[in-house]
């Protein structure tokens, strides 16, 4: 049988979980990549297993480490030598007001948004490249006009979205290599937003509502379908106005 392999980088909760639970229906196995969320992880493995056997693995890495990598593709290698889909979707996210940034800010936003889906694809290329593959790369809508007190985490994101434009062209015609960049899709869990303060965000958006983790999976599925897309950067944002 021609099975083939998605990994998706925080895929245990949110966006991620929804992902792996997408690219599973579609038949793919997941290899599904969680740091903090292992009791999460390990359900949805246990569950997708018994769906269909032998196909979710999961593995714990810490992209604030440098052995994070070794120990993604340590895992990987167990399972296959090809690789049809990254999902780089793990990301930090927090605002840094100029006047208190820190270098240690900047290495946590810069790690998980950029450093580490980096490296990923450099050691996962061979595996791709086996697959004739592609990488999908989670941006944010909000970081091409900037994002005042999160300049931090925008430029980390801004660098993304260049490299995968150019690795778009140095990895192809084996490898494609695309962006999604979601707008407003699920409100972030530690913050306490007002109704006030949602309105104000919705206000901004043409379709006039908070987006679906399945509208962000969905563009996925989509990208690793279209052979002829490559180097671009889709905003999954509702019709985000940009003031
Ligand atoms: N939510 C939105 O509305 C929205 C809007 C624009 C862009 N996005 C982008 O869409 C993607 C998914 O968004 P989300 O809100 O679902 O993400 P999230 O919940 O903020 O984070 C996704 C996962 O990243 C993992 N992660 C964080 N720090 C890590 C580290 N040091 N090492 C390894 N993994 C780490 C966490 O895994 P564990 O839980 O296992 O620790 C977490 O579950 C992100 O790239 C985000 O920037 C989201």
């Known amino acids: ?21 997408y690219l599973h229906e579609k038949g793919f196995n ?12 390990e359900n949805i493995g246990e ?14 890495a810490n992209f604030n480490s440098e052995a994070s990598i070794n120990k993604v593709v340590a895992k990987l290698n167990q ?20 006047d208190k940034a820190s270098l240690k800010e900047w290495k946590d936003l810069t790690d998980t948004n950029v450093t580490t889906p980096l490296f990923l694809i450099q050691a996962l290329a061979p595996h791709l490249k086996e697959a004739k593959g592609c990488v999908v790369n989670i941006s944010d809508t909000l970081v091409k006009n900037g994002i005042k007190e999160y300049s931090l985490y925008s ?14 062209k140095e990895l192809a015609p084996e490898v494609r290599i695309n962006g999604i960049a ?9 913050k306490d937003l007002s109704d ?23 563009t996925i599925f989509f990208l690793t379908q279209s052979k002829y897309i490559t180097g671009q950067i889709i905003n999954v944002d509702g019709g985000r106005f940009s003031f």
């Open 79 to 98: 399972i296959t030598k090809s690789l049809d889909v990254l999902v780089n979707n793990a990301s930090s996210f927090y605002s840094t007001p100029i």
């Open 30 to 41: 997941i290899i599904l990549h969680y740091n903090n969320s292992e009791a999460e992880a």
């Open 196 to 218: 006030e303060e949602k309105s104000s965000v919705l206000n901004k958006v043409a379709l006039g509502r908070i987006g679906r983790p399945e509208d962000v999976a969905s």
């Open 1 to 21: 049988m021609n099975e083939k392999f998605a990994l998706i980088t925080g895929g245990a909760k949110r966006i991620g979980e929804t992902t792996s639970r």
């Open 182 to 190: 979601p707008g407003a899709i699920l409100w972030q869990d530690d």
């Open 155 to 168: 430029g980390a994101k801004s660098a993304l979205e260049s490299i995968t434009k150019s690795l778009a």
């Open 47 to 60: 569950e997708l297993n018994r769906i269909r056997k032998n196909s979710c693995s999961t593995v714990k």
